[in-house]
Protein backbone atom coordinates (compact mmCIF):
# COMPACT_ATOMS: atom_id res chain seq x y z
CA UNK A 1 0.00 0.00 0.00
CA UNK A 2 2.14 2.64 -1.07
CA UNK A 3 -0.48 5.91 -1.00
CA UNK A 4 -0.23 8.74 -2.97
CA UNK A 5 2.78 8.69 -5.34
CA UNK A 6 4.04 11.25 -7.14
CA UNK A 7 6.51 11.70 -9.91
CA UNK A 8 9.22 13.22 -10.86
CA UNK A 9 10.94 14.06 -7.36
CA UNK A 10 12.99 17.03 -8.71
CA UNK A 11 12.22 19.15 -11.86
CA UNK A 12 13.94 21.85 -13.89
CA UNK A 13 11.90 23.61 -16.55
CA UNK A 14 13.63 26.41 -19.05
CA UNK A 15 10.50 29.37 -19.53
CA UNK A 16 8.27 28.05 -22.12
CA UNK A 17 8.96 24.70 -21.59
CA UNK A 18 6.14 21.87 -20.98
CA UNK A 19 5.61 19.15 -18.40
CA UNK A 20 3.54 16.89 -16.44
CA UNK A 21 3.39 16.00 -13.42
CA UNK A 22 1.85 12.71 -12.06
CA UNK A 23 0.04 11.40 -9.60
CA UNK A 24 -1.32 8.24 -8.66
CA UNK A 25 -3.10 6.88 -4.88
CA UNK A 26 -3.52 3.57 -4.23
CA UNK A 27 -6.53 4.04 -1.52
CA UNK A 28 -9.74 3.70 -3.62
CA UNK A 29 -10.31 7.30 -2.99
CA UNK A 30 -12.62 9.66 -5.12
CA UNK A 31 -11.28 13.19 -4.78
CA UNK A 32 -8.05 14.01 -5.45
CA UNK A 33 -6.09 17.41 -5.56
CA UNK A 34 -3.35 19.39 -6.59
CA UNK A 35 -2.05 22.01 -4.95
CA UNK A 36 1.29 24.43 -4.76
CA UNK A 37 3.40 25.29 -1.15
CA UNK A 38 5.33 28.89 -1.56
CA UNK A 39 7.23 30.18 1.48
CA UNK A 40 4.77 32.45 3.51
CA UNK A 41 1.69 31.44 1.57
CA UNK A 42 0.93 27.90 2.87
CA UNK A 43 -1.25 25.29 0.34
CA UNK A 44 -2.89 27.20 -2.52
CA UNK A 45 -5.18 24.77 -4.35
CA UNK A 46 -4.88 24.85 -8.26
CA UNK A 47 -7.34 22.28 -9.45
CA UNK A 48 -9.67 19.03 -8.01
CA UNK A 49 -11.41 16.32 -8.92
CA UNK A 50 -14.35 15.03 -6.89
CA UNK A 51 -14.71 12.06 -8.85
CA UNK A 52 -13.54 9.66 -12.18
CA UNK A 53 -14.23 12.19 -15.06
CA UNK A 54 -14.63 15.62 -13.26
CA UNK A 55 -12.35 18.74 -12.44
CA UNK A 56 -12.63 21.43 -10.71
CA UNK A 57 -10.83 24.89 -10.38
CA UNK A 58 -9.17 25.91 -7.22
CA UNK A 59 -7.73 29.55 -6.07
CA UNK A 60 -5.18 29.38 -8.78
CA UNK A 61 -6.02 27.70 -11.88
CA UNK A 62 -3.93 29.61 -14.18
CA UNK A 63 -1.11 28.16 -16.33
CA UNK A 64 -2.23 24.69 -15.17
CA UNK A 65 -4.57 21.81 -16.71
CA UNK A 66 -5.00 18.60 -14.95
CA UNK A 67 -6.50 15.16 -16.10
CA UNK A 68 -8.56 12.67 -13.98
CA UNK A 69 -7.15 9.92 -16.02
CA UNK A 70 -9.04 7.07 -13.75
CA UNK A 71 -10.07 6.64 -10.08
CA UNK A 72 -6.07 6.26 -9.56
CA UNK A 73 -4.13 8.72 -11.45
CA UNK A 74 -4.61 12.30 -12.06
CA UNK A 75 -2.17 14.59 -13.68
CA UNK A 76 -0.88 18.09 -13.84
CA UNK A 77 0.07 19.81 -16.32
CA UNK A 78 2.26 22.92 -17.28
CA UNK A 79 1.89 24.11 -20.98
CA UNK A 80 4.37 26.77 -20.97
CA UNK A 81 6.19 27.02 -17.46
CA UNK A 82 6.72 30.65 -15.97
CA UNK A 83 9.66 31.16 -13.62
CA UNK A 84 6.32 32.36 -11.78
CA UNK A 85 5.34 28.84 -11.15
CA UNK A 86 8.76 27.66 -9.19
CA UNK A 87 6.90 26.07 -6.29
CA UNK A 88 6.67 22.45 -4.35
CA UNK A 89 3.17 20.97 -5.60
CA UNK A 90 1.46 18.59 -3.37
CA UNK A 91 -0.96 15.72 -4.59
CA UNK A 92 -3.49 14.58 -2.24
CA UNK A 93 -6.78 12.04 -2.08
CA UNK A 94 -9.26 12.16 0.25
CA UNK A 95 -11.06 9.98 1.83
CA UNK A 96 -14.86 9.80 1.83
CA UNK A 97 -15.68 8.65 4.91
CA UNK A 98 -13.04 10.22 7.13
CA UNK A 99 -12.40 13.02 5.24
CA UNK A 100 -8.98 13.26 6.02
CA UNK A 101 -6.20 13.91 3.01
CA UNK A 102 -3.53 12.23 2.56
CA UNK A 103 -1.07 13.97 0.64
CA UNK A 104 2.48 12.45 -1.77
CA UNK A 105 6.00 13.59 -0.86
CA UNK A 106 5.95 17.14 -3.58
CA UNK A 107 7.37 17.70 -6.30
CA UNK A 108 10.03 20.67 -6.34
CA UNK A 109 10.10 22.59 -9.66
CA UNK A 110 12.14 25.67 -10.73
CA UNK A 111 11.40 26.97 -13.75
CA UNK A 112 14.48 29.42 -14.85
CA UNK B 1 -17.13 30.55 1.30
CA UNK B 2 -14.27 29.36 3.65
CA UNK B 3 -10.76 30.77 4.62
CA UNK B 4 -8.50 29.84 7.49
CA UNK B 5 -6.20 32.31 9.39
CA UNK B 6 -3.00 31.61 11.70
CA UNK B 7 -1.93 33.91 13.78
CA UNK B 8 2.10 33.86 14.16
CA UNK B 9 3.95 32.75 10.64
CA UNK B 10 6.78 32.12 13.73
CA UNK B 11 6.33 30.34 17.43
CA UNK B 12 9.33 30.03 20.12
CA UNK B 13 8.89 28.06 22.95
CA UNK B 14 10.78 26.09 24.89
CA UNK B 15 11.21 22.38 25.60
CA UNK B 16 9.21 21.63 27.68
CA UNK B 17 6.61 24.56 27.69
CA UNK B 18 3.15 25.16 26.63
CA UNK B 19 2.50 24.93 22.56
CA UNK B 20 -0.24 27.21 21.53
CA UNK B 21 -1.29 27.82 17.66
CA UNK B 22 -3.79 29.97 16.79
CA UNK B 23 -6.37 28.90 14.17
CA UNK B 24 -9.45 31.38 13.13
CA UNK B 25 -11.79 30.20 10.68
CA UNK B 26 -14.47 30.93 8.10
CA UNK B 27 -17.11 28.94 6.94
CA UNK B 28 -20.95 29.79 5.19
CA UNK B 29 -21.65 26.02 6.47
CA UNK B 30 -20.51 23.49 9.43
CA UNK B 31 -17.22 23.34 8.96
CA UNK B 32 -14.63 20.30 9.38
CA UNK B 33 -11.19 21.47 10.33
CA UNK B 34 -7.65 19.84 10.24
CA UNK B 35 -4.47 20.25 11.38
CA UNK B 36 -1.36 19.24 9.95
CA UNK B 37 2.09 18.72 10.42
CA UNK B 38 4.78 19.37 8.00
CA UNK B 39 8.30 18.28 8.77
CA UNK B 40 11.65 19.15 6.50
CA UNK B 41 11.23 18.12 2.82
CA UNK B 42 8.17 16.03 3.71
CA UNK B 43 4.55 15.96 2.70
CA UNK B 44 2.08 16.75 5.07
CA UNK B 45 0.68 14.40 7.69
CA UNK B 46 -2.66 14.43 9.34
CA UNK B 47 -2.20 15.36 13.34
CA UNK B 48 -6.26 15.77 14.42
CA UNK B 49 -9.35 16.70 12.96
CA UNK B 50 -13.37 17.82 14.01
CA UNK B 51 -15.74 16.77 12.01
CA UNK B 52 -18.83 18.38 14.31
CA UNK B 53 -18.40 14.91 17.18
CA UNK B 54 -16.31 16.45 20.01
CA UNK B 55 -15.77 19.36 20.45
CA UNK B 56 -11.96 19.15 22.02
CA UNK B 57 -9.96 16.79 20.00
CA UNK B 58 -6.86 14.53 20.72
CA UNK B 59 -4.56 13.97 18.26
CA UNK B 60 -1.20 12.41 17.68
CA UNK B 61 1.80 12.73 19.80
CA UNK B 62 0.39 14.42 22.80
CA UNK B 63 -1.68 17.36 20.59
CA UNK B 64 -5.25 18.70 21.36
CA UNK B 65 -7.52 21.00 19.84
CA UNK B 66 -10.93 23.01 20.81
CA UNK B 67 -13.34 23.76 18.40
CA UNK B 68 -14.92 27.24 19.88
CA UNK B 69 -17.93 27.79 17.26
CA UNK B 70 -18.47 31.26 19.22
CA UNK B 71 -14.55 32.84 18.42
CA UNK B 72 -14.55 30.42 15.49
CA UNK B 73 -11.74 29.14 16.11
CA UNK B 74 -9.78 25.90 16.71
CA UNK B 75 -6.33 26.59 18.53
CA UNK B 76 -3.85 24.34 18.80
CA UNK B 77 -2.37 23.06 21.94
CA UNK B 78 0.46 20.78 23.54
CA UNK B 79 1.19 21.04 27.15
CA UNK B 80 5.08 20.38 27.19
CA UNK B 81 6.98 20.98 23.92
CA UNK B 82 9.85 18.43 22.74
CA UNK B 83 12.18 18.51 20.42
CA UNK B 84 10.76 16.77 17.97
CA UNK B 85 7.88 18.89 17.67
CA UNK B 86 9.88 21.21 15.70
CA UNK B 87 8.04 21.32 12.38
CA UNK B 88 5.57 23.36 10.64
CA UNK B 89 1.82 23.11 11.35
CA UNK B 90 -1.69 24.21 9.14
CA UNK B 91 -4.61 24.57 10.24
CA UNK B 92 -7.22 23.89 7.17
CA UNK B 93 -10.75 23.98 6.57
CA UNK B 94 -13.52 22.33 4.76
CA UNK B 95 -17.25 22.61 4.25
CA UNK B 96 -18.28 19.36 3.28
CA UNK B 97 -16.61 16.83 0.96
CA UNK B 98 -14.86 19.10 -1.47
CA UNK B 99 -12.45 22.04 -0.98
CA UNK B 100 -10.29 21.91 1.05
CA UNK B 101 -8.79 25.25 2.37
CA UNK B 102 -5.03 25.47 4.23
CA UNK B 103 -3.66 28.48 6.48
CA UNK B 104 -0.50 30.34 5.79
CA UNK B 105 1.20 27.63 8.09
CA UNK B 106 3.23 28.20 11.37
CA UNK B 107 6.74 27.66 11.71
CA UNK B 108 7.05 26.18 15.91
CA UNK B 109 10.69 26.10 16.81
CA UNK B 110 11.62 24.39 20.00
CA UNK B 111 14.55 25.76 21.94
CA UNK B 112 16.79 23.23 24.51
Known amino acids: NAGVTQTPKFQVLKTGQSMTLQCAQD?????MYWYRQDPGMGLRLIYY???????DKGEVPNGYNVSRLNKREFSLRLESAAPSQTSVYFC???????????FGPGTRLTVT | AQSVTQLGSHVSVSEGALVLLRCNYSSSVPPYLFWYVQYPNQGLQLLLKYTSAATLVKGINGFEAEFKKSETSFHLTKPSAHMSDAAEYFC??????????FGTGTKLQVIP
Open chain 1, 92 to 102: ASRDRTTYEQY
Open chain 1, 27 to 31: MNHNS
Open chain 1, 49 to 55: SASEGTT
Open chain 2, 92 to 101: AVSGGYQKVT
